[in-house]
């Protein structure tokens, strides 16, 4: 891993599009900047391996058996009513 | 930009005139036909299902309110996704501005929300919803966005029924 020493409003490129701004750091808390392009998603990574590991878990267990034992947990089967 | 859960209209599937359909054979379904026209695109895919980028949005085959976001390129991958105005009606999506711009998500496009369902197949009732990571359409321009909410409002696994 290639580590940088950086300060308060100080940045590192990463390729020429991503820039990373050290904004604030206060204690044991940095402040990051991120501007990336809009097809670079952006996250904190514990909330990026939640999502991916409950999406994991959501594409394992869909099965269409268990839609058909839902019995009536929604209510009366689905109509037009209007909201 | 915010967006009700199911507030705006649902797609039109537009009338069929002279349209061409596709195969697909399916693990869940079978075979199933659609028109390119129907393919939701997701530039980026889902997180963790990078690859996957195109699918179909449909209702459940056997009827209920859930519905499936199905891949075109990969027929074993396929979620279970719901309105989630169904079971939350207050839940709210706040698209930042970086995932506006990914939908290209203007005033005039409809924005649909749908979350990711698990259903545990022997006890339905503990189904829970990912509130923190829902699916956004943009169902004018057939883009759609696995948004992150950053609010730490919603949790990954929502208990649809409280017991």
């Known amino acids: ?83 | 930009m915010r967006i009700r859960a199911g507030e705006l209209a649902q797609t039109g599937m537009t009338d069929g005139s002279v349209d061409s359909k596709v195969s697909l054979q399916t693990s869940r379904f079978g075979v199933l036909e659609y028109r390119e026209e129907e393919v939701i695109n997701f530039p980026e895919g889902l997180l963790g299902f990078a690859q996957s980028t195109r699918f179909l949005v449909m209702p459940n085959p056997t009827g209920g309110p859930l519905m499936w976001l199905q891949s075109v390129e990969d027929g074993k991958l396929a979620f279970i996704i719901a309105d989630p105005k169904l079971f939350l009606p207050d839940y709210r999506v706040e698209v930042s501005r970086q995932d506006q711009e990914a939908l290209d998500l203007t005033e005039s496009d409809e924005g649909k929300v749908y979350t990711i369902m698990v259903v545990p197949p022997k006890n339905p009732r503990a189904m829970t919803a990912n509130l923190q990571g829902p699916i956004v359409i943009n169902t004018n321009k057939r883009l759609g966005r696995q948004v992150v909410l950053t609010s730490g409002e919603y949790t990954i696994n929502h208990r649809v029924f409280q017991d």
């Open chain 1, 1 to 83: 891993m290639l580590v940088l020493s950086r300060q308060i409003n100080e940045s590192i490129m990463i390729g020429d599009a991503i820039e990373v701004t050290i904004v604030d750091i206060k204690g044991d808390k940095v402040r990051l900047g991120i501007a990336a392009p809009r097809n670079v998603a952006v996250h904190r990574k514990e909330v990026f391996l939640a999502i991916q590991a409950e999406n994991k878990r959501a594409a394992e267990e869909a099965d269409v058996e268990s839609l058909s034992n839902l019995g009536d947990l929604f209510g009366a089967p689905k109509s037009d009513k209007p909201d």
